[in-house]
């Protein structure tokens, strides 16, 4: 079943159930996609909307640690429940011994000696891992093993 198909499905799934939290999640996922075919004139492909939920899940993971940061633990705890209702809809998170390995694999696929190299070698990796992995924490594996 197409990714998009499925939301259309869990979406009925919550109406039923009544579960507000889940509905108004993936009703905003739903929006989110439709705004982006309206922009780019044209349906989006599962790898469309993988990207899509991905930078939704960014944005959660983001304005929940400014909640925490300002003590709003109960924005904190909504974004948070958020976060596992798309998750539920990406595929599966890679390990970080993974990721590296990936990581290792692009630099040598590419060449990379130096941090000048860092650009290359994150196209590389990320467009093996779309979806499957946070950017901050590829970036942060790609930079410590160009300088080390």
Do not use: C
């Not at 499925?6 to 009703?27: F, H, P, W, Y």
């Not at 929940?64 to 798309?86: C, N």
Request: net charge negative.
């Amino acid at each position: 079943m197409a990714l998009k198909a499925r939301l259309t499905q869990q979406m009925k799934e919550a109406m039923k159930a009544r579960d507000s939290l889940r509905l108004t999640t993936i009703r905003m996922a739903l929006t989110a996609i439709k705004n982006k075919e309206i922009e780019q004139k044209e349906e989006l492909d599962d790898q469309g909307v993988t990207a899509i939920l991905s930078t939704l899940l960014k944005q959660r993971r983001e304005a929940a640690e400014a909640y925490r940061d300002g003590g709003r633990t109960e924005l904190a705890e909504k974004e948070e429940a958020e976060i596992a209702v798309l998750q539920d809809f990406l595929p599966e998170q890679l390990s970080a011994e993974e990721i590296g390995k990936i990581v290792d694999a692009a630099i040598e696929e590419t060449g990379a000696s130096s941090m000048k190299d860092m650009g290359a070698v994150m196209k590389v990796v990320m467009a093996k891992t779309t979806g499957q992995a946070d950017g901050k924490v590829v970036s942060s594996m790609v930079r410590e093993r160009l300088a080390g």
